[in-house]
């Protein structure tokens, strides 16, 4: 089967007056369908410029990068942004929401760039269908300032499903959650990779990456471990998660 993600000795070099930034500095990398990798790594690795390169929002210096066996090395402008709407999903850590727009038309939005031409009803029944997976089918009609802070990040997961990508692209997705919640995100993630979507994320905290089923640790540039996730951690981390899913029903039911 064709890697979903292939990277070829691919560099990313800025230059900022007469100095020149290697941010990537020859990765090469493979991804399959249906993996869930953790992106890691110290301010000033490399780890953004990457995950920019895999959104095809920046262009390599040099190297080719393959998305689903699409070189995009020699795409324009356009045909990247088209590229992206159809095989990319992408969740922010900010959560990226429309404040004066409902859960459900934040969830449609990305169908109205998209090239194939979509009735007003057929977006409904995608967005509402996207916003069932995440189990919010009944926030649909809430705006982002009427929803807890999890509550808005399922809602941007859904967004980023609703084009059904090949890949999910997550950055820092749990940063600006607290512990339980984060705890809830990721359960969501998890889901989605059990149903088959490959999912890279990038994260700073070690409980969060446990989640994931391959590490990838950058430093300098370079891709500096490349780590399978047991089994047995993976399993581990799923049982907290429903540990502190019961707690949190118990305390609800006993309000």
Same mark, same amino acid.
Do not use: W
């Given at each position: 089967?064709?890697?979903?993600?292939?990277? /070829?000795?691919?560099?990313?070099?800025?230059?900022?007056?007469?100095? /020149?930034?290697?941010?990537?500095?020859?990765?090469?990398?493979?991804?399959?369908?249906?993996?869930?990798?953790?992106?890691?790594?110290?301010?000033?690795?490399?780890?953004?410029?990457?995950?920019?390169?895999?959104? *095809?929002?920046?262009?390599?210096?040099?190297?080719?990068?393959?998305?689903?066996?699409? &070189?995009?090395?020699?795409?324009?402008?356009?045909?990247?942004?088209?590229?992206?709407?159809?095989?990319?999903?992408?969740?922010?850590?900010?959560?990226?929401?429309?404040?004066?727009?409902?859960?459900?038309?934040?969830?449609?939005?990305?169908?109205?760039?998209?090239?194939?031409?979509?009735?007003?009803?057929?977006?409904?029944?995608?967005?509402?269908?996207?916003?069932?997976?995440?189990?919010?089918?009944?926030?649909?009609?809430?705006?982002?300032?009427?929803?807890?802070?999890?509550?808005?990040?399922?809602?941007?997961?859904?967004?980023?499903?609703?084009?059904?990508?090949?890949?999910?692209?997550?950055?820092?997705?749990?940063?600006?959650?607290?512990?339980?919640?984060?705890?809830?995100?990721?359960?969501?993630?998890?889901?989605?990779?059990?149903?088959?979507?490959?999912?890279?994320?990038?994260?700073?905290?070690? &409980?969060?990456?446990?989640? *994931?089923?391959?590490?990838?640790?950058?430093?300098?540039?370079?891709?500096?471990? &490349?780590?399978?996730?047991? &089994?047995?951690?993976?399993?581990?981390?799923?049982?907290?998660?429903?540990?502190?899913?019961?707690?949190?029903?118990?305390?609800?039911?006993?309000?």
């Amino acid at each position: 089967m064709t890697p979903v993600v292939q990277l /070829e000795n691919v560099t990313k070099t800025y230059s900022n007056g007469e100095v /020149e930034v290697h941010a990537v500095r020859g990765i090469s990398l493979t991804v399959q369908h249906g993996e869930f990798v953790a992106i890691m790594g110290s301010s000033g690795s490399g780890k953004s410029t990457l995950m920019n390169v895999l959104g *095809c929002l920046d262009r390599p210096t040099s190297g080719r990068y393959l998305l689903d066996g699409v &070189d995009t090395s020699g795409l324009d402008r356009n045909e990247r942004a088209d590229l992206r709407n159809r095989k990319l999903g992408f969740v922010f850590q900010g959560f990226n929401l429309l404040s004066r727009t409902t859960a459900l038309e934040n969830v449609e939005l990305p169908m109205l760039y998209s090239v194939e031409r979509l009735s007003s009803a057929e977006r409904r029944r995608r967005a509402l269908r996207a916003l069932e997976i995440v189990g919010l089918s009944d926030r649909a009609e809430h705006l982002p300032n009427q929803l807890s802070g999890g509550q808005q990040q399922r809602v941007a997961i859904a967004r980023a499903l609703v084009n059904q990508p090949q890949v999910l692209l997550a950055d820092e997705p749990t940063g600006n959650l607290d512990s339980r919640t984060s705890v809830e995100v990721m359960g969501v993630f998890q889901r989605l990779n059990n149903e088959g979507i490959t999912i890279m994320m990038v994260t700073h905290e070690l &409980d969060i990456a446990r989640f *994931c089923r391959r590490n990838l640790i950058v430093r300098d540039g370079r891709i500096a471990r &490349d780590e399978a996730v047991p &089994d047995r951690l993976v399993a581990e981390v799923e049982m907290q998660r429903l540990r502190e899913a019961e707690a949190a029903a118990k305390l609800i039911a006993s309000a």
